[in-house]
T-cell receptor, first 115, second 110 residues
Framework: NAGVMQNPRHLVRRRGQEARLRCSPMKGHSHVYWYRQLPEEGLKFMVYLQKENIIDESGMPKERFSAEFPKEGPSILRIQQVVRGDSAAYFC?????????????FGNGTRLTVT | QRVTQPEKLLSVFKGAPVELKCNYS??????LFWYVQYSRQRLQLLLRHISRESIKGFTADLNKGETSFHLKKPFAQEEDSAMYYC?????????????WGAGTKLIIKP
């Protein structure tokens, strides 16, 4: 099992462009979570998705950010019209279930740099 | 609700004791965790206070009076060099709802 796979590892975008970050969960996991880590800060929860459904998006900025987890294929975090403040590491995690003690398995992250 | 790791960087010699500090503020009863990220590896759970376990020689005790959950190891090894994150959640929260500290980079000098 290759674990949670995120790509790309590094992404450079100019202000105003779109950024697409991909996350393939571990085999057998149907729950995906996205986190953002700004420089010198801890991880902050953004969104929790189950196949084709957004379960909790309480940490997602209301504008320019969207996430999906289609029936087939990876989960996508999409940031439109990126700004310098979007520069951060974006981590994805997956779990096999959503009970209170379900362990999280993290990907290596995507480091987004906006120039 | 906050987790504070006051040290961005901690550097100790191999064989010396290590203590990574974690303080928290939380209105209810929290569950505390330590996560570790070794170089070029994924973030992974190191230990949780509920389990009262020792992993790779590390222990952490929840001190509710001082609202702390410091991570300790009596004799550091070079392979302990990594980023360490303290995190907490409410007892009724799911793991994805963890509140994270900013992390401490631990460097073990030979």
């Amino acid at each position: 099992n290759a674990g949670v796979m995120q790509n790309p590892r590094h992404l450079v975008r100019r202000r105003g462009q779109e950024a697409r970050l991909r996350c393939s969960p571990m085999k057998g996991h149907s729950h995906v979570y996205w986190y953002r880590q700004l420089p010198e800060e801890g991880l902050k929860f953004m969104v929790y998705l189950q196949k084709e459904n957004i379960i909790d998006e309480s940490g997602m900025p209301k504008e320019r950010f969207s996430a999906e987890f289609p029936k087939e294929g990876p989960s996508i975090l999409r940031i439109q019209q990126v700004v310098r403040g979007d520069s951060a590491a974006y981590f994805c995690a997956s779990s096999p279930r959503t009970d209170l003690n379900s362990p999280l398995h993290f990907g290596n992250g995507t480091r987004l740099t906006v120039t | 609700q906050r987790v504070t790791q006051p040290e961005k960087l901690l550097s100790v010699f191999k064989g010396a004791p290590v203590e990574l500090k974690c303080n928290y503020s939380y209105s209810g009863s929290p569950e505390l965790f330590w996560y570790v990220q070794y170089s070029r590896q994924r973030l992974q759970l190191l230990l949780r206070h509920i389990s009262r376990e020792s992993i790779k020689g590390f222990t952490a005790d929840l001190n509710k009076g001082e609202t702390s959950f410091h991570l300790k190891k009596p004799f550091a090894q070079e392979e302990d060099s990594a980023m360490y994150y303290c995190a907490l959640k409410g007892l009724s929260d799911s793991n994805y709802q963890l509140i994270w500290g900013a992390g401490t980079k631990l460097i073990i000098k030979p």
